[in-house]
């Protein structure tokens, strides 16, 4: 499978929301999960990395700087 890293986006929410509910059993609504993307990525201390093969979002990470 190939694959390619870039940030994250906004419109990302969804697809990390079902990430977030599907692997790691959090049940955070989109919306929450949008407000909460919006915030981190206008914050310059956090950077959101997502995996990315097509359209379809494998994984992300988010780096903070504390």
């Known amino acids: 499978m190939e694959y390619f ?13 079902d ?3 599907r692997e790691m059993g959090y049940d955070f609504p989109v919306e ?3 407000a909460q ?7 310059e201390r956090n950077k959101i990395l997502a ?5 379809e ?3 992300y990470v988010q780096l903070s700087d504390y």
Not at 37 to 43: C, P
């Open 37 to 43: 993307l919006k915030k981190l990525l206008s914050d």
């Open 19 to 21: 990430l977030n509910r």
């Open 57 to 59: 979002i494998l994984g």
């Open 51 to 55: 995996a990315v093969s097509g359209e």
């Open 5 to 17: 890293i870039r940030e994250a986006q906004v419109e990302d929410a969804a697809a990390f929301a």
């Open 32 to 34: 929450k999960t949008e």
